[in-house]
């Protein structure tokens, strides 16, 4: 099927086909003329003979431009299916070697010895006393400077009970984590020792201006050793 539609084939096949086509009607003629003073065959007759040849060729060219659009269309198709699953192959490729860097990067934060003093001071300080402790400004500036490399936009550090008992917005801190509150179990696992990419979920972020619009997140989730 491929060759029948390959433009080579076609133009063979057009070429031939014109060919007869136009070698036909000269033949016919000829006989058609010879045949007519025979037997006294008008020559009003011709003009009608040519009209059909002329029709039936054009009716042929047609025919062979809608092969040929019809090849075009699914060539295009299938060349557009390889690109395009190539592309989706590579971009697949290229996102989760960013993932595997950035979980590999969020372990290597969790067992940063800085960040692990810092955790323990604020477990021990009680949840209506952390926004104004000396724990979580460490915090804030340790993540502020881990941003550099990790191009964040925030930060929640979760207790065994799912609240925040760390985070670079107030308003978070001692309530239900917003990833707890959705994906339990990995916070779960989480403090099992695993890691985790988070897709996009709902999230309030903080603009340009500062102040917190709706917006989505994604998140690394890693255990504080």
């Known amino acids: 099927m491929d060759v029948f539609f390959s433009p080579l084939f076609q133009a063979f096949g057009a070429l031939l086909l014109l060919s007869i086509l136009f070698s036909a009607p000269l033949l016919f003629l000829r006989r058609f003329s010879a045949a007519g003073k025979n037997r006294g065959?008008?020559?009003?007759?011709?003009?009608g003979v040519l009209v059909?040849?002329?029709i039936l060729l054009l009716l042929f060219i047609i025919f062979l431009g809608l092969l040929n659009l019809r090849y075009i269309r699914e060539q295009y198709l299938e060349d557009m299916r390889v690109n395009l699953s190539d592309m989706l192959d590579n971009a697949e490729s290229r996102v989760n070697i960013w993932i595997r860097q950035r979980r590999s990067y969020s372990e290597r934060l969790g067992r940063d010895k800085e960040l692990t003093e810092i955790t323990a001071a604020l477990l021990k300080i009680g949840i209506d006393s952390l926004k104004d402790s000396e724990a979580l400004e460490r915090a804030r500036r340790f993540f502020l400077e881990a941003e550099k490399d990790?191009?964040?936009?925030g930060f929640y550090i979760i207790d065994?009970?799912?609240r925040s008992i760390g985070s670079d917005r107030d308003e978070d801190i001692g309530i239900l984590n917003p990833v707890a509150k959705r994906f339990p179990f990995l916070i779960e696992k989480s403090f099992n020792g695993e890691s985790f990419f988070i897709p996009p979920i709902p999230d309030s972020l903080p603009d340009d201006t500062g102040y917190l619009r709706a917006s989505h997140a994604m998140f690394f989730i890693a255990p504080i050793r």
């Open 41 to 47: 065959i008008s020559s009003k007759h011709i003009p």
């Open 52 to 54: 059909s040849g002329l």
């Open 150 to 153: 990790f191009n964040t936009l």
């Open 160 to 162: 065994s009970q799912n």
